[in-house]
């Protein structure tokens, strides 16, 4: 099919926006959906592809074209955590869509000079109402990123579906698009036995065949498990059936970050990190998903002492998780502990080895997880990832259905939920104690292809090079060109040396903030700092700096 990026905007156009630049081309796929939402009579579309594939650019795309056709005066990213939405704003801002990142409901709706906003269901559910207003007042694309997060029955389900109501649009972006509690979500249809059906779907099958996703290979490891529960000491491996909440403690028990099991699989995932590094990929970085935060620094305590570096630690409570996320992806550090932050809509291209160390079990978030994992980058050709998990039954199952995936999509050259998804802490205290643990690698691999094997998945066979001139072949790390400020970005940094100059004059002259702040809004014309535009901070700015001068002077 042709699918037209750069359709002739309607006389009506709203607000100007730079062409979508042809450095940034849409993959196949992302044309045909886009072709199909702009055929679409409904005011809904839900867009079901696999993690990396590309739903963010997709995304934006729409939304690129509505603006640039007055479709729509503005977007609204809903999405699951700050880090994410602050995500789409940098991503935004590559197309010339500015939105204001995590803008809270006290500040009102965003300036006008912002084309939208991009926030949590959290902050829409804590005040609906700002963002029902705002979007009877301007037609709204709404862009609902792993809507999967607002089920009818749950809150912030109701809540976005009474902020968005009344939207011109609503596009629905998962690579997951169920629930472990199986509630209904929004605006998605549903066949006659419940499941979901997406208007486009695009699976990691697919994924595979088109290069735009990395094959995945599982390394699972069973052992010996010793624990005591209800004052009993109970031992077991995990080929024994247990009931289910003993079979959580076995899990749990070899996952404890003081027993020798976890210990053992962190030192092979860190040896299969090493020979990849040595290889052809040598800023390739490793992630180990944690407990909760207790055990993810017990874990980088572990790896610090196998490698001799202690890996960076990130969870959703520390305030500079995304700039700790976004230093990692474009660093060379080779491993990153993790609690649920970078389990779902987190680019860290990098990442080739996984050490899948929670006890959470639901496909839904193991889904998450491996889609961390399979995102390409331009070199090397061949990127085999590889995860490292027990050998606990129901993640076997979850891991076979992704190898089943995978191997639907592979060519051989030779051949030519029951549990609630988790919040970052441990299950609830009982009498349960893990006593010790050891591991072995399962001599049966989860894998459909033994790393190494030539594929015809991955690229065409390397042309044969000379010795000589394999010998001057090293791999080179190119250092990615600085990213050019974006639109939100300045803004914080406006408002940062607002803040500075006004307490500076303020201390000064023995005046209270506000004071200062009222004189210096009522000059620009502005009511709030909230309400300014780019413009309005930097003329402020340069204000309070003559205001301060002549004050020196």
């Not at 926006?17 to 409904?42: C, D, G, I, M, Y």
């Not at 994992?373 to 085999?384: A, V």
Request: aromatic share 6%; proline share 7%.
């Amino acid at each position: 099919m042709t699918y037209e990026i750069d359709a002739p905007p309607r006389p009506t156009a709203g607000r100007y926006l730079p062409s979508w630049p042809t450095h940034r081309p849409l993959r196949k796929w992302q044309q045909a959906a886009a072709a199909q939402v702009f055929e679409s009579s409904n005011d809904a579309f839900l867009a079901s592809a696999t993690p990396a594939a590309g739903k963010t650019t997709f995304g934006l795309h729409v939304a690129h074209r509505m603006l640039s056709e007055g479709r729509v005066a503005r977007v609204a990213v809903v999405a699951p955590t700050t880090h994410i939405c602050r995500q789409w704003a940098l991503d935004a801002a590559r197309y010339g869509i500015h939105l204001e990142p995590n803008r809270p409901n006290s500040a009102g709706p965003e300036p006008r000079d912002r084309h939208g906003i991009s926030v949590t269901y959290a902050t829409v559910a804590a005040g609906s109402e700002v963002h029902r207003r705002r979007c009877a007042e301007r037609p709204t694309l709404l862009i609902a990123d792993e809507p999967h997060h607002m089920g009818e029955d749950a809150s912030w389900g109701q809540s976005t579906v009474n902020a968005f109501g009344a939207a011109k649009f609503r596009l629905l972006l998962s690579g997951t698009p169920f629930r472990s509690d199986n509630s209904p979500i929004p605006w998605v249809k549903y066949d006659d036995e419940g499941v979901s059906a997406a208007d486009y779907d695009y699976g990691y099958t697919q994924a595979l065949i088109d290069h735009v996703c990395r094959p995945v290979t599982f390394h699972t490891y069973g052992g010996e498990m010793e624990w005591v529960s209800d004052g009993k000491v109970r031992r077991a491996g995990f080929d024994v059936v247990l009931p289910a909440p003993e079979a959580a403690r076995r899990l749990r028990t070899a996952l404890d970050a003081d027993g020798d099991w976890i210990t053992h699989v962190l030192r092979d995932a860190n040896d299969e990190l090493v020979k990849i590094r040595a290889g052809d990929h040598p800023n390739a970085g490793g992630l180990v998903i944690a407990m909760d935060k207790e055990h993810a620094d017990k874990l980088a305590g572990r790896i610090a002492r196998i490698t001799g570096e202690r890996p960076d630690v990130v969870h959703s409570d520390a305030s500079d998780a995304s700039a700790r996320i976004a230093s990692f992806s474009a660093g060379t550090s080779p491993w990153l502990v993790s609690v649920l932050m970078v389990s779902e809509g987190v680019d860290v291209p990098r990442l080739r080895v996984g050490v899948y160390a929670t006890n959470s079990r639901t496909e839904l978030f193991f889904r998450q997880v491996i889609g961390r994992f399979i995102r390409r980058t331009p070199e090397p050709k061949d990127q085999m990832a590889h995860v490292f998990l027990p050998s606990d039954p129901r993640l076997k199952r979850l891991a076979i259905a992704i190898e089943e995936e995978r191997k639907h999509a592979l060519v051989f050259a030779s051949v030519s939920g029951e549990e609630t998804e988790r919040g970052e802490r441990s299950e609830a205290k009982e009498p349960f104690k893990a006593l010790w643990s050891s591991a072995r690698r399962d001599e049966e691999v989860l894998q459909t292809t033994q790393p190494g094997e030539p594929m015809q998945l991955f690229a065409d066979p390397e042309p044969e090079i000379s010795p000589a001139l394999a010998a001057f072949a090293m791999p080179v790390v190119q250092a990615a060109p600085p990213e050019p400020e974006t639109s939100f970005e300045r803004r914080e940094r406006l408002r940062a040396e607002r803040h500075n100059l006004v307490a500076l004059i303020a201390r000064r002259d023995k005046e209270p903030h506000s004071k200062v702040n009222g004189w210096v809004n009522r000059e620009v014309g502005v009511k709030s700092v909230d309400k300014a535009t780019d413009e309005q901070l930097e003329r402020a700015n340069r204000l309070l700096e003559r205001e301060l001068n002549r004050k020196k002077g």
